[in-house]
């Protein structure tokens, strides 16, 4: 029997690179493509092309008429840090607009078979989540639309592209919405990590009775969920016949400043919480699963607790691995 063949766009990129690996171990025949290597290892893919996708002449070279499977999760993103200063909007639109207009051109050209696409939970109004006890983020709730950030808008323009092409043209798509998948091998330091890893390695940092800064009031809520649990996710929705968008994320929201805590525990610290001002985004998001839970018969396990014990050590390591190299 023939292996299946799966494109992975992105694949140098966290979740991309998982996404690599969960499918060498199904048996699929997978190409990989971003514009750099997975930064904290070597790449699974068979086959791994360095290329930048914004340019019609990349997909020319990666995407086949054989292939079975599109994966497409490469954007120009990262945390608050990056999304919400405003300095970093027009790269942001552009470059990921760029990426999704030639991916569904292409997988349309090319007759890929299906295509999974990485919407965000950005998309969803921000008039929607300025409560941080009672967020409303059900997939319906998307429209009027409102995001708060230009990178939410983005998503919804490349969420309407696909459908779009899928009603013309036939192109068999499906689409999620993430909600802060975290875990190792994710960004850490930079500027474009999210608040898991941010936090990890602050607390990582710092000796026991120490301080560490957290943006806003650190009362603002989110529901983080743990990568291996985003794959399995995806996997299941790409074998499923439905199109999406729905959510991937955790129901178990907690506040920033909650989260501090429990890597605390994790750490065997005393760390004292000084609130800053910072960007920080709505006031509250969290995962609804009632749609994922009828379309999959599946919904996510992991407690946020177990999904940091897992990445607490990883992130330590690369913190002492770094300051070792700078010694």
Not at 130 to 147: H, I, L, W
Not at 281 to 308: A, F, I
Request: glycine share 10%.
């Amino acid at each position: 029997m023939t292996a299946k063949r799966a494109l992975v766009c992105g694949a140098g990129g966290f979740i991309g690179s998982h996404m690599v690996r969960r499918l060498r171990a199904e048996g699929y025949w997978v190409r990989g493509s971003d514009l750099k290597y997975p930064e904290f290892g070597s790449s699974e893919a068979h086959d791994f092309v360095i290329a930048d996708l914004r340019l019609r002449e990349s997909w020319e070279a990666i995407l086949d008429e054989d292939m079975d499977e599109v994966y497409q999760f490469a954007a120009d993103m990262g945390g608050a840090g990056y999304i919400f200063t405003g300095e970093n909007d027009a790269h942001v639109m552009h470059n990921s607009a760029m990426i999704n207009l030639h991916a569904a051109d292409f997988a349309v050209q090319r007759k890929a078979k299906k295509i999974f696409y990485s919407s965000s939970a950005c998309m969803y109004p921000a008039y929607n989540q300025e409560d941080p006890n009672n967020p409303k983020c059900a997939e319906e709730t998307a429209y009027p639309a409102a995001p708060d950030s230009e990178y939410g808008w983005e998503k919804l323009f490349s969420e309407r592209l696909y459908f779009a092409f899928s009603r013309n043209f036939g192109l068999n798509v499906r689409v999620a919405r993430f909600h802060n998948i975290f875990g190792p091998e994710g960004t850490w330091r930079g500027g474009k990590e999210k608040a898991p890893a941010a936090l990890i390695r602050k607390i990582a940092e710092q000796p026991d009775g120490g301080t560490i800064e957290v943006w806003g009031d650190g009362q603002q809520t989110r529901s983080f969920l743990y990568i291996d649990e985003c794959i399995e996710a995806v996997r299941r929705l790409m074998e499923s016949s439905f199109p999406g968008p729905v959510n991937i994320g955790s129901e178990e929201m907690v506040t920033i400043n909650q989260m501090a805590g429990m890597i605390m525990k994790i750490a065997g610290k005393k760390i004292a919480i000084r609130n800053v001002p910072g960007p920080t985004g709505v006031r509250g998001r969290n995962s609804d699963n009632r749609l994922l839970r009828k379309e999959l018969g599946w919904e996510p396990t992991m407690s946020l607790y177990d999904g940091l014990k897992k990445t607490y050590p990883w992130i330590e390591g690369q913190l002492w691995k770094s300051l070792r190299k700078t010694a």
